[in-house]
């Protein structure tokens, strides 16, 4: 009886090891449509399941909150994320960084409805894609570099796809998203942002080395889409420059530094550059 107990808790852990879901929380991700974000869910899903020796089920969070309650629970072990997400979080291995237009960065930039200078927007609304509640850093921060607190009025928006749309709308004045998008007309890019990491392929809770390897393995030879290509080798240096950023930097006064010329003749002038003998006689104690 004991044996047959046994047995069975060994194939139910056997398949719960074999069965995977796939999360995927990259709201910056320029997907066309909600069905374009469940469509490559599922398929990268299924191949990562596969892969695995199992079967693998996609699955789309459109909430922070909700990415973060399903991972705690143990729902979720692999996930496709946001790299400005993973940067205020942790307990995750990066797997794989994804490609978009075969590279594992994309640029940024500011756009806006009847503006061309910055300088314009002042004290206007500007939507970020939603990144768990650090959207003011980012787009002050990393992407701006420092710009005082109250320049913008920033703002989280669901995805790209509906910052762009609130702007071609005139339902917000700005939006920071990706470069390489289509734009509505009327609106135009007004700054060219520096670039960070696409979403990377994390793993939550622990792998064998032998699922590690076939997840890798399995995310080399995936073919996506136009928005997630493919993957490449990454590491959380990628995160991690943009964890280092998420803080105002400290700006400081010039240091000045004076001039100083220091010439031989300088240091020994009226200096004796001689050794003066000493009488032995001195040395000689008289009786």
């Given at each position: 009886m004991r044996a047959a107990i046994v047995v069975l808790l060994l194939c139910a852990s056997t398949a719960r090891a074999d069965n995977v879901t796939v999360g995927l929380f990259a709201p910056s991700a320029p997907f066309p449509s909600t069905s374009a974000r469940v469509e490559l869910a599922t398929r990268l899903g299924e191949h990562i399941g596969k892969a695995l020796g199992g079967t693998g089920t996609g699955r789309v969070y459109a909430r922070a909150g909700d990415f973060a309650a399903a991972v705690k629970k143990g729902e979720?072990?692999?996930?496709?994320?946001?790299?400005?997400?993973?940067?205020?979080?942790?307990?995750?291995?990066?797997?794989?960084?994804?490609?978009?237009?075969?590279?594992?960065?994309?640029?940024?930039?500011?756009?806006?409805?009847?503006?061309?200078?910055?300088?314009?927007?002042?004290?206007?609304?500007?939507?970020?894609?939603?990144?768990?509640?650090?959207?003011?850093?980012?787009a002050l921060n990393v992407l701006l570099g420092g710009v005082e607190r109250d320049f913008f009025r920033v703002a989280a928006a669901p995805d790209t796809v509906s910052a762009i749309a609130a702007v071609g709308f005139g339902k917000a004045d700005a939006a920071i998203v990706p470069t390489g998008v289509e734009l509505p007309q009327g609106t135009a890019q007004v700054l060219a942002l520096p670039s960070i990491s696409t979403p990377l392929l994390v793993g939550y809770g622990g792998f064998t080395p032998q699922q590690r390897a076939a997840i890798i393995a399995a995310a080399g030879n995936f073919k996506g889409d136009a928005t997630v290509a493919s993957f490449r080798a990454g590491?959380?240096?990628?995160?991690?420059?943009?964890?280092?950023?998420?803080?105002?930097?400290?700006?400081?006064?010039?240091?000045?530094?004076?001039?100083?010329?220091?010439?031989?003749?300088?240091?020994?002038?009226?200096?004796?550059?001689?050794?003066?003998?000493?009488?032995?006689t001195t040395f000689a104690i008289s009786r």
């Open positions: 979720v072990t692999v996930a496709l994320v946001d790299a400005t997400y993973l940067a205020s979080t942790g307990n995750y291995t990066v797997l794989a960084a994804s490609t978009r237009k075969g590279d594992v960065t994309q640029g940024w930039q500011l756009i806006a409805r009847g503006a061309k200078k910055v300088a314009e927007l002042r004290g206007k609304r500007v939507l970020v894609p939603a990144n768990g509640g650090k959207e003011s850093d980012f590491d959380a240096e990628a995160v991690k420059s943009i964890a280092r950023r998420f803080g105002a930097p400290v700006k400081r006064g010039p240091l000045v530094v004076p001039s100083v010329r220091l010439v031989v003749g300088d240091l020994v002038e009226g200096r004796k550059l001689s050794i003066e003998r000493t009488p032995a």
